[in-house]
């Protein structure tokens, strides 16, 4: 069975946007490559069962098992060592991509105190977006109660292959992502 979003995309989506562009090239239209989730775990240098909490939480969010990312360099002022885990990451794609997204545009994103959208200018040149949270307790299957909870911030980037920003913009205000409006509109 297809996620809804997924559906949405190939149903209303997809021709929305060839139509708007006068798109002739079916695969020129932009679609969802992947999703890239990322934990920063400063605090990890001290403690690495930090690290292995916060991985946890995102196996938990993502429904993968995540990758732990190390240091590249020593830096002493932040007692830091070469090759030292401070974070973790998972990469998200096909169905459960989909299902992710769906879950964070319909429950997650307005689960937020004070919540007025994500911003619009968080697009790289290439079109990609992302944007972070700062705490993952916003997820439903997070434990905020259990004895170990730490809160913790992640990026989320959308990677989007072939369009640019504008076109994007487009796509994902379409699939329902809540962006923040602007003043005086």
């Keep these: 069975m297809k996620p809804a979003l997924l559906e949405k995309y190939q ?5 929305a946007m060839r139509d708007k562009y006068g798109i002739k090239n079916l695969n020129a239209v932009p679609r969802l490559e992947k999703v890239v989730i990322n934990m920063g775990v400063g605090e990890a240098i001290t403690d690495i069962k930090i690290l292995d909490t916060a991985a946890d939480d995102l196996a938990a969010i993502s429904g993968q098992k995540p990758q732990i990312r190390r240091s590249r360099m020593a830096i002493s002022n932040f007692r830091l060592k070469e090759n030292a885990p401070v974070g973790c990451k998972v990469t998200i794609r096909r169905a459960r991509m989909y299902e992710f997204l769906d879950k964070l545009m319909n429950v997650v994103l307005p689960r937020i105190r004070d ?3 994500v911003p619009v200018k968080s697009f790289d040149q290439e079109g990609n977006y992302t944007f972070g949270l ?3 307790s916003i997820f439903p299957e997070i434990d905020v109660n ?7 911030g992640m990026d989320i980037s959308i990677v989007i292959k072939g369009g ?6 487009h796509m994902l205000r379409a699939l329902g992502m809540p962006f923040e409006k602007k003043e005086g509109k």
Excluded: W, Y
Aim: charged share 35%.
């Design 11 to 15: 149903s209303q989506v997809f021709q």
């Design 115 to 117: 919540f007025n959208g």
């Design 134 to 136: 700062k705490e993952h």
């Design 146 to 152: 259990r004895r170990d909870f730490r809160a913790q």
């Design 164 to 169: 640019n920003p504008e076109k994007n913009l």
